[in-house]
C-alpha cells in the first residue's frame, strides 16, 4: 500500500507478518503476488437499461426496465447513483445527468438468453454457445416420472408459475398430500417448492441434487433450485433457505484466471452457487440484499486485496417478477444509500467499483418474467474521466482482471480501466 491507509479501512499487517505464499480458502496461492488492489462488482438483479436489438424475439419488444419504472413511480430518487451518472447512461424520470459522471454506458450480450445464469456468466466471460434448454408446457413425462422415483413423492403443478403464486395455488395440497411443487418459467430452471414441515430442508436439497443429475444431457437446464416454505395457508412465506444446483460454466472465465493470478475471489449472494463453484474461492450468504449489503461492507473494510463479485437479489425475486414499482423503487434507494455509505471508504487509485445487471424485468410488459435487455454500466476507478463505454457484459471480467493483474486473457471481453 506505499504506507496509505484509506479512511474506515483496516490496516495491512506488515510485510513481514503476513503468510507466504499467501492462502485463501484452504488454497494455496502463488507467492509472487500479493494483492494489493481490489474491484467489487456489484449486480442489482434484473436492473434492465433498454431493449436489445433481438428483443422483440424474446416477446420484449420495447422493454425498459428502469426507463419505464422511473415512470411509473414518478421519478426515481437516487442521488449517489444518479452523482455517479445513472442518468448520463439513458433519460430517466428524476435522474438528471451529473458533472461528477464516472464511466458510463450500457452492456449488450454476446450470447442467447435473458436470465440470471446467462448474465452472471457474460458478465465473467463466458458465453452460453447456444440457449439453455426451457419447458414453456412442463416437463415432459419421463422427467416427472424420474422425480417421483428419486423422491418417492407426487408431483404437483409441472408448468411455467410465478414462485409466489405457485405457493399460494398448490401449498394447501402440498401439506394435505406430501407431493412436491415443481414448476418452471420462462428461464432455463426447474424449481421444487416444498413446506419446512412436510419436508425438511436436507430432504428438499436432497431432491434437489438428484434432480440436478436427472436434468442433464439433453434435458440440461441452466439452474435446478430449492423453493423451501413455511407458514399457514392464506399466509405461506419464502424462507431464506433458497439453494441453486447450476450447470458448470462450459468454458473458462476471467473468476480462474484471477485465481490463477493469485488474486482472491469472494462471491455475495446466488454467484457462487451460479457459477457451481468453479473459480470463488469463499462465498458469502447473502439471501436478501441487507445480507448481501452487509457482507460487501465488510468485505470493503477487512478484505486486503481481492475480487468481489455481489448479487443483489430483491429487485428481481421479490419485486421485480411481481411488478412491484414501488417495492422496487424502496429496494434501490436502500442500495443507493448504502453505496453512498460504501464511497468515502473505497479508494480510486486501488478500488476498482462496477455497478451493473444481469438482464431486465420490465414490469410493463406482459407477464412476469425476465426481459431481454442491456444492463447498465457504472465504472468508478482512477482515471475514469467521465467517458461513456458502451460495450458487452465481458467487458466487466475483463476489467476486473485488468485493473487487479494487470494483464488480459484470451477470452470474450475488453477492458474500460
Known sequence: RRGRRTPGRRAPPPRDARPAPWRVAGRRLPARIAPVKRAFVIVIDACGAGELPDSADYGDAGANTLGHIAEAAGGLDLPNLQRLGLGDIMPLVGVPPSPERVLHGRLAPMGPGKDTITGHWELMGVITPVPLRTYPDGFPPEIIDQLRDASGRGILCNRPYSGTAVIEDFGEQHLATGDLIVYTSADSVLQIAAHVDEVPPAELYAICAAAREIMSGEHAVGRVIARPFRGEPGAFVRTEGRRDYALPPPSRSYMQEMQAAGVPVHTVGKIGPVFDGVGVDVSHKGPTNATALAETAKLIDELDGGFVFTNLVETDQV?????????????????????????????????LLVITADHGCDPTTPGTDHTREHVPLLARFEGHGGRRHDGHFADVGASALKWLTGATAPLPGTPFV
Do not use: F, N, T
Not at 411481481?322 to 478500488?351: C, F, M, N, S, T
Open 319 to 351: 419485486y421485480g417478477h411481481r411488478g412491484d414499482v414501488p417495492g422496487w423503487h424502496e429496494a434501490v434507494k436502500a442500495i443507493d444509500a448504502e453505496i453512498g455509505r460504501w464511497l468515502p471508504r473505497l479508494d480510486p487509485a486501488q478500488d
